[in-house]
């Protein structure tokens, strides 16, 4: 079974939206398989976003995503990678359509409440750096 790794940012924590997201993860028939309330290091950050690294907003994206706690979710579900992208929409807020998470709820690009892992290899990478012990 396809997973895929969710993160409710600073963000949507903040604003408490938590239950409306995982509400629209589970509506949609995709299941929660591990689930935490974290705050991010730097060092972690960066790895998670290392793709980035070279661009110019990356520091403020690293500073955004550890400025307060987070959930991190492993959802797994036939083609949950592309199912959960869908979900929430597309990266400028936007641009991203009503009916989706980012288009209902936020307007920047960096605080865009969600991250879904954009690939079945990006997940497995992402998976295991948040949570090393899931098998
Ligand atoms: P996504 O989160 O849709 O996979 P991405 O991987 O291209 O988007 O970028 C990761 C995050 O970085 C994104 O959710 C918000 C932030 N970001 C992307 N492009 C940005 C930009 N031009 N300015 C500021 N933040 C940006
Ligand atoms: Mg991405």
């Given at each position: ?11 949507g ?15 949609k ?11 991010l ?14 661009r ?26 592309e ?37 079945t ?15």
């Amino acid at each position: 079974m396809e997973r895929t790794l969710v993160l409710i940012k600073p963000d949507g924590v903040r604003r408490n939206i938590i239950g409306d997201v995982i509400s629209r993860i589970e509506r949609k028939g995709l299941k929660i398989v591990a689930l935490e309330l974290r705050t991010l290091d730097a060092e972690t950050a960066r790895t998670h976003y290392e793709e980035h690294a070279s661009r110019p907003f990356f520091p403020s994206l690293v500073d955004f995503i550890t400025s307060g706690p987070l959930v991190a979710m492993v959802v797994e579900g036939d083609r949950c990678v592309e199912a959960f992208r869908a979900l929430a929409g597309a990266t400028d807020p936007v641009a991203a359509g009503p009916g989706t998470i980012r288009g209902d709820f936020a307007l920047q690009v960096q605080a865009n409440i969600v991250h879904g892992s954009d690939s079945t290899y990006s997940a497995e990478r992402e998976i295991k750096l948040f949570f090393p012990d899931l098998g």
